[in-house]
């Protein structure tokens, strides 16, 4: 939710505007300078059929009482009840933004269950949002919706980075590896994320473990909430190096953490579009990531970071070789990276197409 905050600001001075969010606190917003009105709705994460029915009777008739003209959804089970609800109550303009896909790496039964949860949604929708290129091209490969449907704002992301957040700080830097207890010398490996088996984690701990049989100036940092009870099998996983494994829970300052470390890596099995990477990039450093759709949008080979195969342990420690032993081939990817996150994916440049966007819905017209 945080993360839309900038949108959130700009739409309020433009449109009466309501957020309906999973929320104990209506007034969570107004320590952001933000007052507008909000409307709790609990939706759950994971399907609960009883309580998604009460979130979907609670929305059509949240919608029902008021006169809204768009209603806009992000998040997978947020988007399948908002846009049912929209189109029951016919809410004229309902716009999803898809940020990927929860069937990628499933198969079987599963993931043609998914497919279709996500089919029903785009059914409902008027209009779809995707945070990348090639996430558009593979709800369109697997006929998850037509084209005149899918649009990508601007060079993609849902929010964009805010540059003048996520950049070098040697001073917080110093004091982040000082707590960690981390020397100036050592490379930092950071993962910064949902602790899940989606996001690779347990292949980046074993990877980080073959990278200490080469070298021993490396360390690195989970930070994120533990969702699945892995940080005792990660450090299980590390054996004898766990003690250069460093963890954080959630946090509300990553930007300091990415300070803080020489290479970010997500090695995850899909991504909308691995958003971490580019505010990882504004703060100067490079990525070590899968290559997949959505995260290849993000981090370009080579370039601004190394790519590896999805789940290829052998590829993902090589990396990570590669940043250790190579300083100038590091310094240089990650200064490519800023220059490129800021280019392209500054957070400006995303509030003002979201701006437009609804504007031409709205108004059929660009925005002044």
Same mark, same amino acid.
């Given at each position: 939710?945080?993360?839309?905050?900038?949108?959130?600001?700009?739409?309020?001075?433009?449109?009466?505007?309501?957020?309906?969010?999973?929320?104990?606190?209506?007034?969570?917003?107004?320590?952001h300078g933000i007052d507008v009105k909000v409307m709790p709705v609990r939706i759950e994460r994971k399907i609960s059929v009883i309580q998604?029915?009460?979130?979907?009777?609670?929305?059509?008739?949240? =919608?029902? $009482?008021?006169?809204?003209?768009?209603?806009?959804?992000?998040?997978?089970?947020?988007?399948? %009840?908002?846009?049912?609800?929209?189109?029951?109550?016919?809410?004229?303009i309902r716009i999803h933004c898809f940020t990927g896909q929860v069937w990628a790496n499933s198969s079987g039964m599963k993931r043609l269950?998914?497919?279709?949860?996500?089919?029903?949604?785009?059914?409902?929708?008027?209009?779809?949002?995707?945070?990348?290129?090639?996430?558009?091209?593979?709800?369109?490969?697997?006929?998850?919706?037509?084209?005149?449907?899918?649009?990508?704002?601007?060079?993609?992301?849902?929010? *964009?980075?805010?540059?003048?957040?996520?950049? &070098?700080?040697? #001073?917080?830097?110093? *004091?982040?590896?000082?707590?960690? /207890?981390?020397?100036?010398?050592?490379?930092? =490996?950071?993962?910064?994320?949902?602790?899940?088996?989606?996001?690779?984690?347990?292949?980046?701990?074993?990877?980080? $473990?073959?990278?200490?049989?080469?070298?021993?100036?490396?360390?690195?940092?989970?930070? *994120?909430?533990?969702?699945?009870?892995?940080?005792? $099998?990660?450090?299980?996983?590390?054996?004898?190096?766990?003690?250069?494994?460093? =963890?954080?829970?959630?946090?509300?300052?990553?930007?300091?953490?990415?300070?803080? &470390?020489?290479?970010?890596?997500?090695?995850?099995?899909?991504?909308?579009?691995?958003?971490?990477?580019? #505010?990882?990039?504004?703060?100067?450093?490079?990525?070590?990531?899968?290559?997949?759709?959505?995260?290849?949008?993000?981090?370009?080979?080579? #370039?601004?970071?190394?790519?590896?195969?999805?789940?290829?342990?052998? #590829?993902?420690?090589?990396?990570?070789?590669?940043?250790?032993? /190579?300083? *100038?081939?590091?310094? $240089?990817?990650?200064?490519?990276?800023?220059?490129?996150?800021?280019?392209?994916?500054?957070?400006?440049?995303?509030?003002? &197409?979201?701006?437009?966007?609804?504007? %031409?819905?709205?108004?059929?017209?660009?925005?002044?």
């Amino acid at each position: 939710m945080f993360f839309m905050l900038p949108h959130i600001r700009m739409l309020q001075q433009h449109y009466d505007l309501t957020i309906i969010v999973n929320t104990d606190n209506p007034h969570f917003l107004r320590p952001h300078g933000i007052d507008v009105k909000v409307m709790p709705v609990r939706i759950e994460r994971k399907i609960s059929v009883i309580q998604d029915l009460k979130a979907l009777f609670r929305l059509i008739s949240i =919608f029902r $009482k008021n006169d809204f003209q768009l209603i806009h959804s992000i998040a997978p089970k947020a988007g399948l %009840l908002t846009m049912i609800a929209g189109a029951v109550s016919k809410i004229p303009i309902r716009i999803h933004c898809f940020t990927g896909q929860v069937w990628a790496n499933s198969s079987g039964m599963k993931r043609l269950f998914l497919k279709h949860i996500d089919k029903l949604t785009a059914l409902c929708a008027t209009h779809l949002l995707t945070d990348s290129q090639s996430q558009r091209d593979i709800l369109l490969s697997e006929k998850i919706a037509s084209s005149k449907k899918l649009t990508v704002l601007a060079n993609g992301s849902v929010s *964009g980075v805010d540059p003048e957040r996520f950049c &070098a700080n040697r #001073e917080l830097r110093e *004091g982040i590896r000082n707590q960690l /207890d981390v020397s100036a010398d050592a490379v930092l =490996f950071l993962f910064l994320g949902r602790l899940t088996r989606d996001k690779g984690v347990m292949d980046l701990a074993e990877a980080f $473990k073959r990278l200490m049989c080469d070298t021993h100036n490396a360390e690195i940092l989970f930070v *994120g909430p533990d969702e699945e009870n892995l940080q005792c $099998k990660i450090i299980k996983s590390l054996k004898e190096f766990s003690n250069r494994a460093h =963890f954080i829970g959630y946090t509300k300052t990553p930007e300091q953490y990415m300070m803080a &470390a020489d290479v970010l890596c997500l090695p995850s099995y899909r991504e909308g579009f691995g958003m971490v990477t580019i #505010e990882a990039a504004a703060t100067g450093i490079p990525s070590i990531a899968s290559n997949i759709y959505g995260i290849s949008d993000a981090v370009i080979d080579k #370039e601004t970071g190394l790519l590896h195969t999805p789940g290829n342990i052998s #590829e993902i420690a090589s990396c990570m070789s590669v940043m250790c032993k /190579d300083v *100038g081939t590091r310094n $240089k990817l990650g200064c490519n990276a800023r220059e490129r996150a800021i280019k392209l994916f500054s957070q400006d440049i995303l509030v003002k &197409a979201l701006k437009d966007f609804y504007y %031409l819905l709205l108004y059929g017209k660009q925005s002044i």
